[in-house]
């Protein structure tokens, strides 16, 4: 079993408004990333909110996925991370770990990931355009107290490079993996169909 942990808990203080509620496309930000997973074979969808948990919620009004509250907003992401993690039902085999504003990633990327993983078994998969790694990661449930109780300010990051020879790249021909919304600039090129980044 794989579940889906969207990180949706942020301020979006370098965005000046709250990004994942933004309209593109015809729906909010989150509504567009949460649709792609519903699309998945993901046995569940669980998200992570903060301060601006209703206005989530309203935006996602009559989809199944799980409103999991972080108290702890002002922390990093890794706390948005334990908290998901933490309602995961204790049968997931993995955990796929999506930003929530990265509303051009596709289902076509993720299904890439979910069977790599039911392929190989390996515990943590991450998306590669040319040669750099992006987001979502797929992870292994083995590292769940690990990550509960380590990885201080370094998140997923450090447990990438604690485990260098657990990670399964695959490469994806989507930049989108790449790109996710943080500044007005940022926005105005996802309006626009550009990428979001400049690489």
Known sequence: MICALVLAAGRSRRMGTQKLLLPLGGQPVIARVVDTLLRCPLREVFLVVGA???GIKQALAGRRVNFVPNPAVEDDMLSSVRCGLRAM???ADAVLVVLGDQPALSAQVVSAMLDAFARTRARLVVPVFHGA???PLLLSTCYRD???TGHERVGLRG???AHPDAVLEV???DAAVLDDLDTPEDYQRAL???PMRNR
């Open 89 to 91: 039902p204790a049968e």
């Open 171 to 173: 490469s994806v021909p």
């Open 133 to 135: 790694r992006g987001h």
């Open 52 to 54: 601006d948990a209703d």
């Open 159 to 161: 447990l990438l490079q």
């Open 146 to 148: 690990e990550l509960l």
């Open 192 to 194: 626009a169909g550009e």
